[in-house]
């Protein structure tokens, strides 16, 4: 695995009839996710970003797009160094990258206001 600390970028976009689709981009590598107002995501991804603000060490949430499934994790692996993984729900790794915590925090949260 690439050992180096890329940006987390977030861009939202097709926000209607009940559906929020937005990317999640770090590196060269990108995830589509399709957040759905019968499950709505934002309040887990808030109290996840807000466990990853105040230094908890490692958290995750699943994501129910109406079918499949996206987990976000997040793990400290070293003093400056953070592991992000968005997984789908036969545990397939789609996007994993190191991130800086504050700029991962910071994109999604941006994206989400």
Not at 3 to 30: L, N, R, S
Request: glycine share 4%; proline share 4%.
């Amino acid at each position: 695995m690439d050992f180096t600390v890329y940006p987390v970028i977030v861009e939202f976009m097709d926000c209607e009839i009940g559906w929020i689709h937005f990317t999640v981009k770090a590196g060269t590598q990108e995830v589509t996710v399709r957040a759905s107002e019968v499950y709505d995501p934002f309040p887990d991804l808030v109290a996840w970003l807000e466990a990853i603000a105040i230094g908890v060490q490692e958290c995750a949430f699943d994501m129910e797009e109406e079918g499949p499934e996206k987990r976000f994790e997040y793990e400290k692996v070293t003093y400056e160094r953070f592991r992000f993984r968005i997984t789908d729900n036969y545990e397939e790794t789609l996007l994993e990258a190191y991130v800086d915590r504050k700029q991962l925090v910071s994109a999604l949260h941006h994206g989400i206001k």
